[in-house]
């Protein structure tokens, strides 16, 4: 069974630092591309970054982009998101997700994990 | 950026109903485009990719169609456990854009 459990989401001021982590297990990790989802208080979906199956490629939404980093350690099956110089906009819950296709990254996502929130506040 | 716009907003209908759904992309995207489904304090969930693909384990009353700019979801028949947000979702290069939702509700 595929499971994704993310951590680290607390409370945090303006300007602050944060890392997200996700646990995966269920499935080959280093087979899948990985990605980052969040979504504000009563608000919709917003794609935040996704990462090859090798850490290879990264990318990132502009909302995020040169504050926020994702990054993998396969040996862990483990999914992380560095997030720098964070703001009141940033506050959500975060999503791990896997992508569909192995081998590529597709930016479809079949599996998700329950989120961990990451409010931004002084 | 690409643009991913759904209509309606919000819907109310009636148990047995035929629900539709649309979304337009700002620019072409061929067939890259998927939907979720989202119950009131869950975790999103994938019905359809690839415009009209079912996800297995999706239940045949769901559909999808469209390429290129205008795309649509439908519920045959509408039910109960139906109630949900939806949201397409374009795949085709980065930034992977979600339309803003669809609520359904039961009338």
């Known amino acids: 069974e595929v499971q994704l459990v993310e951590s680290g989401g607390v409370v945090v001021q303006p300007g602050g630092s944060l890392r997200l982590s996700c646990a995966a297990s269920?499935?080959?990790?280093?087979?899948?591309?990985m990605h980052w989802v969040r979504q504000a208080p009563g608000k919709g979906l917003e794609w935040v970054s996704l990462i090859s199956w090798d850490g290879g490629s990264t990318y990132y939404a502009d909302s995020v982009k040169g504050r926020f980093t994702i990054s993998r350690d396969n040996s862990k099956n483990s999914l992380y998101l560095q997030m720098n110089s964070l703001r009141a906009e940033d506050t959500a819950l975060y999503y791990c997700?896997?992508?569909?296709?192995?081998?590529?990254?597709?930016?479809?996502?079949?599996?998700w994990g329950q989120g961990t929130l990451v409010t931004v506040s002084s | 950026d690409i643009q991913m716009t759904q209509s309606p907003s919000s819907l109310s209908a009636s148990v047995g109903d035929r629900v539709t759904i649309t979304c337009r992309a700002s620019q072409g995207i061929s067939n890259y485009l998927a939907w979720y489904q989202q119950k009131p304090g869950k975790v999103p969930k994938l019905l359809i990719y690839?415009?009209?693909t079912l996800q297995s384990g999706v239940p045949s009353r769901f559909s999808g169609s469209g390429s290129g700019t205008d795309f649509t979801l439908t519920i045959s028949s509408l039910q109960p456990e139906d109630v949900a947000t939806y949201y397409c979702q374009k795949y085709n290069s980065a930034p992977h854009t979600f339309g803003q939702g669809t609520k359904l509700e039961i009338k």
């Open positions: 997700a896997k992508d569909i296709s192995r081998g590529y990254a597709s930016a479809i996502f079949d599996y």
């Open positions: 269920g499935f080959t990790f280093d087979d899948y591309a």
């Open positions: 690839a415009a009209s």
